[in-house]
């Protein structure tokens, strides 16, 4: 099984459950309509990775900064800086189908994580993530923005699902997402009350 890391201590997550449309300017940015209930889906064991890998035989690929939940006992205890890669072309042909999304959600290391950092209840809040592509800033977002907070993410996903010591829950990406090349460099931060304290380097392959 894939695995992340959190303080040199290798975590096995059994699922990555990830909210979607979760701030109002990426809805926006989509043409999407905010939804009525919690958008979630989910990435297997097989999606995580440390590496920011190109999807084989695919023509684009978009990217999704993430702030990215570690759950244990059915509480946050950790963050780490996540991409949720996404084959963006793949998705909207499903949705105008009504189809699920796996095929353009799930497929191997489309889940990209950092190291993980323990964090504090009170400091859910002060959360904010950023995302550089070649030097650039392309994503910025923070707590305050999302439509539905983390605890209210996890509460409503226990109405269908349990989760597993160990498991990732990603709270949404705001607005910048876009297409990336091999080749590109990616650099993403978590800061807690503007301070980083996750800080991880790509480049895609």
């Known amino acids: ?6 303080e040199n201590q290798l975590i096995y997550p059994s699922k990555v459950v990830c909210i979607g449309r979760n701030y109002t300017e990426h809805i926006k940015e989509l043409n999407n309509e905010t939804p009525e209930e919690m958008v979630f889906f989910i990435k297997p064991n097989s999606a995580i990775t440390n590496k920011l890998l190109f999807p084989k035989e695919q023509n684009s690929c978009h990217y999704e900064a993430e702030i990215s939940f570690l759950i244990e006992e059915n509480k946050i205890t950790a ?26 959600k799930a497929f191997n290391n489309s889940a990209v994580f950092s190291k993980f950092v ?8 002060k959360l904010s993530v950023e995302l550089y592509i ?10 305050s923005l999302m439509i539905n907070k983390p605890n209210e993410m996890i509460k409503e996903a226990n109405t ?4 597993e010591d160990g498991d990732i829950l990603m709270s949404g990406t705001p607005s910048g997402v876009g297409s990336f090349k091999i080749g590109d ?10 301070k980083v304290i996750v800080e991880e380097n790509y480049k895609a392959i």
């Open 1 to 6: 099984m894939n695995h992340i890391i959190l």
């Open 79 to 104: 963050v780490a800086f996540g991409l949720d890669l996404t084959l963006r072309e793949v998705q909207s042909k499903l949705k105008t189908k009504g189809l699920p999304w796996e095929r353009a």
């Open 118 to 125: 323990p964090i504090s209840e009170e400091d859910i809040s």
């Open 134 to 143: 070649n030097n650039e800033l392309k994503q910025k977002g923070d707590y």
């Open 160 to 163: 269908f699902l349990s989760f």
């Open 185 to 194: 460099t990616f650099l993403g931060k978590i800061l807690l009350d503007k």
